[in-house]
């Protein structure tokens, strides 16, 4: 099993649909990024969770990290076919007291459609 | 100016071949990265250097050689090209090493294809 687990693998929403994507590490979670790729071009930094609890927004994509469950969520309101894309959680997770160097492990991504 | 350029875009070889694909960023980072990814979308690293010198080398095949002239440049050669080799590889760089907002920023990807 993975590491990073997001869910759902996929996602089809009708536009002004709210929708939520969720990412649960197997281990403690020092560091969360959220990353969107669409076909053809990299990933493209959206947000970045540090601590528990936090919570972050940018237009209309909210991100939260959980640190007891070990999970993060990312939800989008009143979803736009601009939002279709593979959403990509990527995180730090080490052993407590282990040394990152920037590895970052990703999820295997959430491939979301926006119907118009 | 694009931050972190990746060349070329797409890669098409017979199986055996040699390639090479080159990196450049532009944002001044200290730390350079490749990632690989898989048909199933998976990304995972390879490779990271910080300041040209080599930090993480995860299990690859040492067919697969990457090499920092200077801190804004990291190319990725592979030898004996194999089938399963095909998938799309990411550059990427960050301000420094480790994760501590720290923000990797990505190249456009370049899709590898060995016939």
């Known amino acids: 099993s993975q590491e990073l687990e997001q869910s759902p693998q996929s996602l089809i929403v009708q536009e002004g649909k709210n929708l939520t994507i969720n990412c649960t590490s197997s281990k403690t979670l020092y560091g969360l990024y959220w990353y969107k790729q669409k076909y053809g071009e990299g990933l493209i930094f959206l947000m970045m969770l540090q601590k528990g609890g936090e919570e972050k927004s940018h237009e209309k994509i909210t991100a939260k990290l959980d640190e007891k469950k070990q999970q993060s969520s990312l939800h989008i309101t009143a979803s736009q076919p601009s939002h279709a894309g593979i959403y990509l959680c990527?995180?730090?997770?080490?052993?407590?007291?282990?040394?990152?160097?920037?590895?970052?492990?990703f999820g295997q991504g959430t491939i979301l459609t926006v119907h118009p | 100016d694009t931050a972190v350029s990746q060349t070329p875009k797409y890669l098409v070889t017979q199986m055996g071949n040699d390639k090479s694909i080159k990196c450049e960023q532009n944002?001044?980072?200290?730390?350079m990265y490749w990632y690989k990814q898989d048909s199933k979308k998976f990304l995972k690293i390879m490779f990271s250097y910080n300041n040209k010198e080599l930090i993480i080398n995860e299990t690859v095949p040492n067919r697969f050689s990457p090499k920092s002239p200077d801190k804004a440049h990291l190319n990725l050669h592979i030898n004996s090209l194999e089938l399963g080799d095909s998938a799309v590889y990411f550059c990427?760089?960050?301000?420094?090493?480790?994760?501590?907002?720290?923000?990797?920023?990505f190249g456009a990807g370049t899709r590898l294809s060995v016939l």
């Open positions: 990527g995180a730090d997770i080490k052993d407590k007291g282990g040394t990152s160097y920037g590895k970052l492990t």
């Open positions: 944002l001044g980072h200290d730390t």
């Open positions: 990427a760089s960050s301000q420094w090493v480790g994760l501590a907002k720290n923000i990797q920023y």
